[in-house]
């Protein structure tokens, strides 16, 4: 299994990035599947998921700013509008390959190596 993202950036805050996430080495079902943002010395922190039923979870600071949705196929996007300063970090996208389960990063097995996103 893996996973790649891409679609990282620097922009200027108000500005707007479209994240990317390509997975492999799985037949696409309605796992879970999150972003997650990795700030320097921080623990990694949730900011959107699709989770088992479909529907979306956003973290207070991105809901109504950022959307998280998945093109049925291979593809999980992070669509990142009105970008602010704070919202700089490495952002990673997870997945497990089980129903259930939380939000807490150790729930999930599978991992990208994570994109820039710096907005100054």
């Known amino acids: 299994v893996q996973l790649v993202e891409s679609g990282g950036g620097s922009v200027q805050a108000g500005g707007s990035l479209r994240l990317s996430c390509v997975t492999s080495?799985?037949?696409?079902?309605?796992?879970?599947m999150s972003w997650f943002l990795e700030a320097p010395g921080e623990e990694r922190v949730g900011v959107a998921a699709?989770?088992?039923?479909?529907?979306r979870v956003y973290a207070d600071s991105v809901r109504g700013r950022w959307t998280i949705s998945h093109d049925g196929k291979n593809t999980l996007y992070l669509q990142m509008n009105s970008l602010k300063t704070e919202d700089t970090a490495v952002y990673c996208c997870a997945t497990r390959l089980t129903y259930g389960g939380s939000w807490y990063p150790p729930d999930f097995g599978y991992w990208g190596q994570g994109t820039q996103v710096t907005v100054s």
């Open positions: 699709l989770i088992d039923d479909g529907s």
């Open positions: 080495g799985y037949t696409y079902s309605t796992y879970c």
